[in-house]
């Protein structure tokens, strides 16, 4: 499966951004999503993740009650909305499928990944 992020850019603190990761190539709905995320000089972390229909979501205790993650299995996409950001959250924004289990918070569990997109959030 193909993915492609998009949505990143640059943010003041406490303002918002909607990540989007369009999949194409596969069946998308076999997949359960990833979003991760990796600073400069860090290694890359869990962010967020669904299950194929949306039945199983997770967070990373650092974004929780701040991001929501959502899929449309008609659309292709799944989306990560992203609400009073803060400097921290400045990284490149990964989306990837897992194809086994999809609700893994290891990278390694995941078998196809987006380009990535640039989020920075200014103080």
């Known amino acids: 499966v193909q993915l492609q992020a998009s949505g990143g850019g640059l943010v003041q603190a406490g303002g918002s951004l909607r990540l989007s990761c369009a999949a194409s190539g596969r069946t998308f709905s076999n997949y359960g999503m990833g979003w991760f995320r990796q600073a400069p000089g860090k290694e890359r972390e869990f962010v967020a993740l669904?299950?194929?229909?949306?039945?199983?979501?997770g967070y990373a205790d650092s974004v929780k009650g701040r991001f929501t993650v959502s899929r449309d299995n008609d659309k292709n996409t799944v989306d990560l909305q992203m609400n009073s950001l803060k400097p921290v959250d400045t990284a490149v924004y990964y989306c990837?499928?897992?194809?086994?289990?999809?609700?893994?918070?290891?990278?390694?569990?995941?078998?196809?990944w987006g380009q990535g997109t640039l989020v920075t959030v200014s103080s």
């Open positions: 990837a499928a897992d194809g086994s289990s999809g609700h893994s918070r290891l990278p390694q569990n995941y078998d196809y």
């Open positions: 669904i299950n194929w229909n949306g039945g199983t979501i």
